[in-house]
């Protein structure tokens, strides 16, 4: 069965960092690849960053480009955002989501929609805030 598994968000001050990671389990992370997506309260759940199955296409939201860093380990089915220079801006549940890279969308070449990917974590808070 496959699972996503989001960690490492909390409560930061803005100008501070966190790193979220994302936890596969029930299948081989590397065949897919990973969109993390972030929703905030009364807001419409948007594309942050994606990275490819190998790692060599990587794209980010205008909003967290230069601030943000998409990674992966496939050896340890494991993802990646690091997060710098948070705003209160940024805060949101973020969600890791993985699917086979069979269009532009998924191949990381342009911008996802949440609808392209198919296999979804639970999410993980980050609070932005003084």
């Known amino acids: 069965q496959l699972q996503l598994v989001e960690s490492g968000g909390g409560l930061v001050q803005p100008g501070g960092s966190l790193r979220l990671s994302c936890q596969a389990s029930g299948f081989t992370l590397a065949a897919y690849s990973i969109g993390w997506f972030r929703q905030a309260p009364g807001k419409e759940r948007e594309g942050v960053s994606c990275i490819s199955s190998t790692g060599g296409t990587t794209n980010y939201a205008d909003s967290v480009q230069g601030r943000f860093t998409i990674s992966r380990d496939n050896a340890k089915n494991q993802a990646y955002l690091q997060m710098n220079s948070l705003k209160p801006e940024d805060t949101a549940v973020y969600y890791c989501?993985?699917?086979?890279?069979?269009?532009?969308?998924?191949?990381?070449?342009?911008?996802?929609?949440?609808?392209?990917?198919?296999?979804w974590g639970q999410g993980t808070q980050v609070t932005v805030s003084s």
């Open positions: 989501a993985a699917e086979p890279g069979h269009t532009l969308q998924t191949s990381c070449i342009v911008p996802a929609r949440p609808s392209d990917f198919g296999s």
